[in-house]
């Protein structure tokens, strides 16, 4: 039950990179307003790029999300990092525009899906206890 939410909630979260990043990728720079030069627009369908190519990583993990742990912990610091250049941005320009929701994804949400995938993966390694092992198992030992 608690590995099928944490794929849910994985799957509904990288919505936001996948949604975000193809924007990026389809719209540019034009995606956030004015159009601010070749360069910038080149930036922006860069980054978004990589953006939707994060997100599409997280669904990646989604099957076996047990298993998946050192790619959680790898997306999730270049989400965390992320959001702290954000972060350095509003500390910087005192506005992050239309997109300061998303610090609560890159610094807060990323952390904590991470940190439960590590309980979930944790669970399904630890051995399972059967009272009927057991009994064999005694059995066993006592002829």
Not at 100 to 115: D, I, K, N, R
Not at 116 to 135: C, E
Request: charged residues 15%.
């Amino acid at each position: 039950m608690e590995r099928r939410a944490l794929q849910i909630l994985i799957a509904i979260a990288a919505l936001v990179p996948v949604f975000g990043g193809g924007v990026g990728v389809t719209h540019g720079a034009l995606a956030f307003g004015d159009w601010p030069g070749a360069g910038a627009d080149s930036q922006d369908r860069y980054l978004s790029g990589l953006l939707l190519a994060i997100g599409l990583a997280f669904w990646s993990c989604v099957p076996n999300i047990e298993k998946r742990g050192k790619t959680m912990r790898l997306l999730t610091f270049l989400v965390v990092i992320g959001g702290l250049s954000r972060l350095a941005g509003v500390i910087l320009t005192g506005d992050a525009g239309k997109l300061g929701w998303t610090l609560g994804m890159e610094l807060f949400v990323a952390p904590a899906l991470c940190l439960w995938q590590s309980r979930v993966s944790a669970r399904a390694a630890a051995p399972r206890f059967s009272p009927l092992a057991a009994r064999m198992e005694k059995r066993a030992a006592l002829s």
